[in-house]
């Protein structure tokens, strides 16, 4: 009989644990997605915080400096539609492109037209980055 009653509380210990990681890795995806490195911070892995957050944003504001374009959401065709998804990947650079880019987008150029694809590409890390905070939260990844 204690051998039951020992069984049940390793499986309840056991199913509580797994319903407080799942609750950690959406909190740490959804911080990661809004500041780049933040969900890796939260899970304490700093060095992968302070790279992520370096690059990414080192990315978008290369992106912004060059004047590249910002994909907004109104996008009339699939390619605007997707070029805004890989925006909003950013977080919050996406939403403070417009204060830093106080000129507008210039995609008339080359430089522009790298800048447009610098920012995007920062975009798509920075969800890569919410995926892998996400499966680390979830326990995915020891150290």
């Known amino acids: ?30 911080a990661g997605w809004f500041v780049p ?27 912004l400096a060059m004047r590249g374009g910002i994909f907004g959401s109104g996008a009339e065709d699939l390619f605007d539609r997707l070029g805004y998804f890989a925006d909003l990947g950013a977080g919050v650079f996406y939403f403070l492109a417009h ?24 975009g798509m890390l920075n969800l890569l980055t919410v995926l892998e905070a996400y499966d680390i939260g979830r326990g995915g990844e020891t150290k």
């Open 1 to 30: 009989m204690d051998e039951t009653v020992d069984e049940t509380v390793d499986e309840t210990k056991n199913s509580a644990a797994g319903k407080g990681s799942q609750v950690m890795a959406i909190v740490a995806a959804i």
């Open 37 to 63: 490195g933040l969900g890796h911070l939260l899970l304490r892995r700093w060095t992968k915080a302070a790279v992520y957050f370096l690059c990414i944003g080192g990315l978008a504001c290369a992106g």
């Open 99 to 122: 204060e830093l880019q106080a000129a507008g987008p210039d995609v008339a150029h080359a430089t522009g037209d790298y800048g447009t694809r610098l920012f995007a590409a920062a």
